[in-house]
């Protein structure tokens, strides 16, 4: 009835591990943290559906609340289960680490305020505590203000598999 009533916008969230296992999770140094969201906004055309907060707030979240709140682990390797491992991870070799020939893809922030603002009933608000995004060596976000560069794309993974009957 739910469904029908709202056309299909309706969504569901299963929690399936309590907090101790996700604990235990993240101490493991082989686990990486990523995101499966699709792209969201605050405004315009990637806002009209309701967003898991995940969609915004993933990374400042593991930030915030595991290692400033919890100490659960250093901000190093945190960062580390954010890019490099990540990366190598899913055989994307070109991101992940600064080093020259690398796609430059950095987030910078502040570690003592940074954290996410989304809620299940709100989710549609960026973090704060993020002062510059670059991603492939474009501003995406300077000093906290988000610009109208869009230099991203695509990144497909060595066991990415095109559809038939698309790309």
């Known amino acids: 009835d739910i469904a029908v009533a709202d056309r299909g916008a309706s969504s569901v969230v299963i929690s399936i591990m309590e907090e101790a296992d ?13 995101s499966d969201s699709a792209a969201q906004a605050e405004d315009g055309a990637l806002s009209v559906t309701k967003a898991h907060p995940r969609a915004f707030g993933t990374f400042p979240r593991v930030l915030a609340k595991y290692v400033r709140e919890e100490h659960g682990m250093r901000l ?10 990540a990366a190598s991870r899913v055989g994307i070799m070109d991101r992940g680490i600064l080093r020259p020939g690398m796609m430059a893809d950095i987030a910078v922030f502040d570690p003592a305020t940074i954290r ?6 709100d989710p549609l608000h960026y973090a704060v505590g993020v002062k510059d995004v670059f991603v492939n060596g474009i501003p995406v976000v300077l000093d906290g203000q988000i610009t ?16 038939k009957d698309k790309d």
């Open 76 to 85: 190093e390797e945190a960062v580390r289960k954010m890019t490099s491992l």
């Open 22 to 34: 996700v604990r235990l999770a993240n101490s493991n140094p082989l686990v990486t943290f990523g």
């Open 148 to 163: 109208d560069e869009r230099p991203g794309r695509v990144l497909r993974g060595p066991g990415y598999r095109p559809h």
């Open 116 to 121: 996410d603002l989304g809620t299940y009933e």
